[in-house]
């Protein structure tokens, strides 16, 4: 208590100094504590112990041919039957189911115009060294950022639909990054 504010009536360090050495011999008697010392002695805990048995037994197994059936019967992941989608795929589907409705490029070439998108930006200089193995997170954005403006101004002239959109459209840029920061993430 000294330690948190500094004692300057008398009678508050002398009340402390008595509760300090008499709250130790204070018995206090928990309702709780009589069933946990009745189940505790109820339950003979030496017999749950290992013991050995035998000596020198050998376990026997059957010679025959068996087939052990799994533990669990219902195991997760693929399952035939189930479809198995590329993460890839998902994420350029639905990019494009939410941005490029009325677009004149057929799937497979918004698939090759994403996946160029993520191949120069992993081929950027900086994208190693200040995106891929850069540990804070705030530095990794801004480089980020940077890396993807100087990608989408190179490839303006390919893809000038493309380019007015990441300019001129807030929503569609952060759309953009984000699909893209997702395929990065996934090694794409």
């Known amino acids: 208590m000294a330690s948190i504010m500094p004692f300057e009536v008398l009678d508050w360090e002398k009340l402390f100094w008595f509760l300090k050495f008499l709250v130790p011999k204070l018995k206090i008697r928990d309702p709780n504590q009589d069933a946990l010392n009745e ?3 109820s339950v003979d805990l030496s017999s749950y112990g290992l013991g050995r048995t035998k000596l ?3 376990i026997e197994l059957d010679a025959s041919e068996a087939e052990l059936e799994p533990q669990n019967p219902n195991p997760r992941g ?6 198995q989608e590329d993460p890839l795929e998902e994420i350029i589907r639905s990019f494009n189911d939410r941005w490029f409705q009325g677009w004149s490029a057929t799937p ?3 698939r090759v115009k994403f996946l160029n998108i993520v191949e120069s930006v992993q ?3 900086d994208y ?9 997170p705030f530095s990794r954005e801004l480089a980020f950022e940077k890396i993807m403006k100087e990608v989408m101004l190179k490839r303006r002239k390919e893809e000038l639909e493309l380019y007015k959109l990441h300019s001129q459209d807030q929503a569609f840029k952060s759309s953009l990054y984000q ?5 990065l993430a996934r090694g794409i």
């Open 39 to 41: 189940l505790l002695e």
């Open 56 to 58: 020198g037994h050998a």
């Open 78 to 83: 693929y399952r035939e039957g189930d479809p």
């Open 108 to 110: 497979e070439e918004q």
């Open 123 to 125: 081929a950027h200089p």
């Open 128 to 136: 190693e060294e200040k995106f891929s193995e850069n540990p804070d």
């Open 179 to 183: 699909s893209i920061k997702e395929a």
